[in-house]
Structure formats: structure tokens, C-alpha cells
């Protein structure tokens, strides 16, 4: 039996009849990630001592009434949750030696739960990017292809899930950043409720937009995770005071009773013939299961990459002058003055990316073009917001292609940064109106490439993605299917 290709819930059983143990598993995963990782290049930091460890305790911890669906469960998580005693870079040279001395609340949530932390994954720098070519550490490989993307900004979390180099992964969204490598890799990912799940210990990007959520192998597992990290947090000011029901209770056959909106706006110039064929072909087996189909409009979703690309680098000029060489991080130990170090230090700790969207969010933000650039750019976010407000009321969830295109080649659009901008234009409207979405895989492409299809609710109805989503993924039988890497 491989261990590291089976579900968190097909886990739970094995581990509940001492079929197998948390410390096997563990030992499964890393076996594979040594036979695989060469031509995957997911993982940053492994944590294989610490891991075992932890394992050797949850099987302790299983004897017991202490335990839950996550107990003994090795997962990844993006770098750029901080972990307490691991290194934690962000993607990023300037944080290359950071060794945080604390949890981010969802990973304490993780490690009360008797979770394995496998180790650190992947991601586009400060998670800027949609390809995950934009590490200082490797560009992590499509599992289905590795000449292919994984997605970004969380490519190495949806790579490792895809490649069964962890159980599950924990990512980070904050325009498709979990949404959009699900759907390249072929597994579920969901970005919950901007303020459902704790910001604490994230390193931020966009911080009104940034939004912690998992990837999974299926929706089931995609239902416990979510679970497990949610809920209010006093150490984040973002945190919402909102009850957190049991997820899995949602995923129940049939929706009788749920009316599902096509926005028009999703479908048209610019969207693959073949992945408008999956999402249409999508919908008919949603129509199967009861649900209602109507046509609905969001009129300003044409103008959400360019909000989008104000509102985020504007944020990441703030929230990123902290690294500065001076507290933590690399310093550039040569300089001759103060200003000198903070240039030095910055220059050569920070990627190119990086440094773009540093620029035009200092633009944007600099005296006398804050109306022209920022409060325009916030007054559109307030209209999307609207937009969704409006649809809302005419149905339960809105569904959609994630991206326009399958994964495209490794390098294929590293000239041409504005195209990848536009490859999000499908899923940044719904952090800029801070609303649930996710990602369930839908088809495989002619080319051997995954194809995911987007759910969106509304605020605080994660339980309709689950619902929607399972009733998809129990009609289309891709669950299991595997790349051959």
C-alpha cells in the first residue's frame, strides 16, 4: 500500500484500526519525496528529525481520546508561514538565514491537532507571481508535466499535493494564489473568507487581501483541514468573530434547492476553447445533481487586474520597507553608511518581481497621485463588491473557469510579465470583494494537463463551495487519478 498517495480521511481509518501508524506515514512520505523531489523541486526546508519526532507523538497521542482527523497526518506548508525553530524565507533571499522564534496562529492550530509539519514549500517571492518562477530557491515542476508551471504563488504547496509529497498543504491567496496552482496541479484548493482564518504569522504581501486556506487531494480533506484553522483570533486585527460550523457536515449528495450563477463576464475573449468546454460540460453535471442554472453579470470584473495592481503593490510597499537588513534578514555587511546597508541589503535580497511591483505601489501611493492611482483603484474594488452583492441574490454560488489557459511552459512568459498578470484576472476579484472561492479539478486537457473549476459564495458560505464542490467531484470520478511523473 503507498501510504503517501491515500487522502487525510483514508488515513484517519487506517490509523483508527492500527493498520498503520502516524510514524510510517511520515517515513512513506519522505521516501517519497527522496525518490521524486529531484524532478519536482517543491520543498525549500525539509524538517524529516523534527518530523518523526512529532510522528513517534501522535501515535502516542492516537492510544488516546486526544485526537483528531489531523493527528499523524504529514503535511507541507508555504514559506511563508511562520514556524517556529524552521526557517521561514518567503521565497526570498533577504529572509534566507530567518528562523522565527514563534508559530503563525494556524500553524500552533496544526501542531495542537497532532499534524506533521513535513516541511516549508515553494512559492513566488513574497507570493508575487502566478507561476512560482519568481523563488530564489528553484523553480518548483508541474507534477503532470514537469517542462510545465505548477501555478503560483503557491506552486510548491500544490505541487508537493499533487506529487504525494505530503498528504495535504497549507497555502496562501491573494489574487488566485491558492485557486490558480490547484487548478494547474489538479488538486482542491480553497481561499476561505477574507478574516475566517488568522492572519497571524503570515508574512504579508496585500494585507487586505491575504487569506490563508488549504490544498488537498479532494474536497473531503479540503472540508477537514479548513476545520482545523479556522475560527477567531485576538492576535489579528483582521480576525472575524464568526462561528465555525463542522465542514464536513456539507458535503452531502444533491442540490435540490441551490441555484448556481454563470457570470457572462467569465466567458469569452481570451478563455481556451477546451478549458470553456470542461466548465460548460462542468455545469451539466451540476444540473444532474438538481441544481438550478441561471446567467448573472459583474460588470467590473474587466477592471479588477487593474485594481488589483494597484491596491496589492501599493500594500507590499508598506509591508515590505520592514526588511530592511537591519533586525533580521540579510545585511549586507560591506556597506559604508546606514543608507548604504538598507540600499545594498534590499538590492540584493529582493527579486526582480519584487522589486517591480516595490516601485509601483510607491508610485501609486507617492504624494499626488494617491487620488488618481490608490482611492480610484479602491472605489473600483467597492463597485466589484457591488457586483457580487447583486448576483448574490439571484443565486447560492457562482461558478466559473480559474484560469483562462491550461499551465503553460517553464519560461514561456518570463518576458511578457503583463500577460501573467492577466492569467488571475478569473480569480482576483474575489479577494478584492473578500468572498470564498475554490478550486476543484474538472477535466484533464489533451495535453496531459489539469483543468480546475472555480466555486464563489458568498461571505462566510464556505459550507456552499464544500457542498458544490463534492457533488462535482463525485460526478466527475478524477479523484485518484494521478500524474505519472
Known amino acids: 500500500m503507498n501510504l503517501s498517495a491515500l487522502t487525510i480521511h483514508e488515513l484517519n481509518n487506517l490509523l483508527k484500526s492500527r493498520e498503520t501508524s502516524a510514524v510510517e506515514i511520515t517515513k512513506a512520505v519522505f521516501d517519497r519525496i527522496s525518490s521524486q523531489e529531484e524532478k519536482i523541486g517543491a520543498y525549500i526546508t525539509l524538517n524529516r528529525e523534527q518530523a518523526l519526532i512529532d510522528a513517534e507523538k501522535a501515535d502516542e497521542r492516537l492510544s488516546g481520546p486526544d485526537s483528531g482527523s489531523l493527528c499523524g497526518i504529514p503535511l507541507s506548508i508555504k514559506d511563508v508561514l511562520c514556524t517556529r525553530g524552521l526557517r521561514t524565507t518567503a521565497g526570498s533571499k533577504i529572509l534566507e538565514p530567518f528562523i522565527p522564534p514563534y508559530d503563525a496562529t494556524v500553524i500552533e492550530k496544526l501542531r495542537n491537532s497532532g499534524a506533521v509539519i513535513v516541511g516549508k514549500v515553494s512559492m513566488d517571492e513574497f507570493a508575487m507571481g502566478s507561476a512560482n518562477e519568481n523563488c530564489a530557491y528553484g523553480i518548483p515542476k508541474n507534477p503532470w508535466n514537469t517542462e510545465y508551471i505548477c501555478g503560483g504563488s503557491s506552486g510548491g504547496s500544490a505541487a508537493s ?33 477574507y478574516g475566517r482564518v488568522s492572519r497571524f504569522g503570515l508574512i504579508a504581501f496585500a494585507s487586505s487581501l491575504d487569506q490563508v486556506g488549504p490544498l488537498t487531494k479532494d474536497v473531503t480533506d479540503c472540508a477537514i483541514l479548513l476545520n482545523a484553522i479556522c475560527g477567531y483570533d485576538p492576535k489579528d486585527s483582521t480576525s472575524v468573530k464568526e462561528g465555525v460550523p463542522d465542514y464536513c457536515s456539507s458535503l452531502t449528495d444533491g442540490l435540490k434547492g441551490m441555484t448556481v450563477g454563470i457570470p457572462r463576464e467569465y466567458f469569452g475573449e481570451g478563455l481556451d476553447p477546451e478549458v470553456e468546454r470542461s466548465i460548460l460540460a462542468s455545469i451539466e453535471k451540476l444540473k444532474e445533481a438538481g441544481a438550478q442554472i441561471c446567467e448573472v453579470s459583474l460588470p467590473h470584473t474587466e477592471y479588477g487586474v487593474a485594481a488589483y495592481y494597484i491596491i496589492a503593490p501599493a500594500e507590499a510597499s508598506s509591508n515590505l520597507a520592514r526588511f530592511d537588513g537591519v533586525r533580521y534578514g540579510k545585511r549586507d555587511m560591506e556597506a559604508e553608511s546606514l543608507i548604504d546597508m538598507y540600499k545594498e541589503s534590499r538590492s540584493s535580497g529582493f527579486g526582480d518581481e519584487v522589486k517591480r511591483r516595490i516601485i509601483i505601489g510607491t508610485y501609486a501611493l507617492s504624494s499626488g497621485y494617491y487620488d ?94 464544500l457542498k458544490v464542490g463534492y457533488n462535482l467531484e463525485q460526478r466527475l470520478d478524477l479523484v485518484g487519478k494521478k500524474p505519472s511523473i
Open 161 to 193: 499535493v499533487a506529487a504525494d509529497e505530503c498528504i495535504a498543504s497549507l497555502g496562501s491567496d491573494t489574487g488566485g494564489s491558492i485557486r490558480q496552482p490547484a487548478s494547474h496541479c489538479g488538486v482542491v484548493g480553497l481561499k476561505p473568507t
Open 372 to 465: 488618481a492611482y490608490y482611492k480610484k483603484a479602491s472605489q473600483v474594488r467597492t463597485l466589484i463588491m457591488e457586483d457580487y452583492k447583486k448576483a448574490f441574490s439571484q443565486c447560492d454560488v457562482l461558478v466559473s473557469p480559474v484560469t483562462p489557459t491550461p499551465a503553460w511552459k517553464i519560461g514561456e512568459k518570463t518576458n511578457d510579465p503583463l500577460s501573467v498578470y492577466l492569467s488571475d484576472a478569473l480569480t482576483i476579484p474575489a479577494n478584492l470583494a473578500g468572498i470564498p472561492a475554490m478550486s476543484v479539478p474538472c477535466s484533464i486537457s489533451k495535453a496531459g494537463l489539469p483543468i480546475g473549476f472555480q466555486i464563489q459564495a458568498r461571505h462566510f458560505n464556505e459550507e456552499a463551495l
